[in-house]
């Protein structure tokens, strides 16, 4: 078994948590059970498809089963792994923007700010 914080393999017992083995690492001094994990990553994966699909947060919790507070915590750790996957890519710059957006407001604040 390795640590599941810093993927260390010198880990001594310190008793039992909820009938599961408790591990202390030396390394970086956190603990762990070797308890499997609640939810599969099906099931993860199934809550992130749910919120782009413009599910809400508590209705994903209700269908799953899981607090709200675990489904966004799901969906926290997915979006820092595509953040990292993105700032890992080569950046395909072409020079030509992709969208373009404009407003009356901004348009209209423009035009009225130059003559004060």
Known sequence: MDCP?????DLIKRGS?????????RTCG??????PPKFSAQTKA???EMYMNSMGIRAIGRVLRASP?????????EHAVLQHKLAQAEPTDTGIP?????????TYVQKNSGGR
Do not use: F
């Not at 956190?30 to 308890?35: A, G, I, K, N, V």
């Open 17 to 25: 948590k909820a009938g599961h083995q408790r591990y202390r690492c």
């Open 30 to 35: 956190r603990y762990s059970t070797d308890s």
């Open 98 to 106: 992709d969208v373009i957006e404009m407003d009356e407001i901004y």
């Open 69 to 77: 507070a675990t489904v966004l915590n799901w969906i926290r750790k």
């Open 5 to 9: 914080s810093c993927g260390g393999t």
């Open 46 to 48: 199934m809550a992130i």
